[in-house]
Nanobody
Framework: QVQLVESGGGLVQPGGSLRLSCAASGSISFSIYAMGWYRQAPGKQRELVAT???????NYANSVKGRFTISRDNAKNTVYLQMNSLKPEDTAVYYC????????WGQGTQVTVSA
């Protein structure tokens, strides 16, 4: 079994920054997993924010390109999402995802961007 625990969410003003972390534990060889961040705003479907492969290749939603950066530290079994220049439309619950044949999800962390 794999457990993913997100942290780092909170309330931030427009233009501010947050860094989300997702720590993986359990029966996981973290380095071989593709990791991703997704988000779900109220009344909307969950959408992809960013992904990073086991080899370090990254992919971003157009809405966050140039503002968000995904990275991973295999020694710490952790994936990060650095979010800069935050906008009110970034407000959502952010979920961590691990994928290698099976897919696992964290419980989510709330990000609210508001003045």
């Amino acid at each position: 079994q794999v457990q993913l625990v997100e942290s780092g969410g909170g309330l931030v003003q427009p233009g501010g920054s947050l860094r989300l972390s997702c720590a993986a534990s359990g029966s996981i060889s973290f380095s071989i997993y593709a990791m991703g961040w997704y988000r779900q705003a109220p009344g909307k479907q969950r959408e992809l924010v960013a992904t990073i492969t086991s080899g370090g290749t990254t992919n971003y939603a157009n809405s966050v390109k140039g503002r968000f950066t995904i990275s991973r530290d295999n020694a710490k079994n952790t994936v990060y999402l650095q979010m800069n220049s935050l906008k009110p439309e970034d407000t959502a619950v952010y979920y961590c995802n691990a994928r290698h044949f099976n897919a696992y999800w964290g419980q989510g962390t709330q990000v609210t961007v508001s003045a």
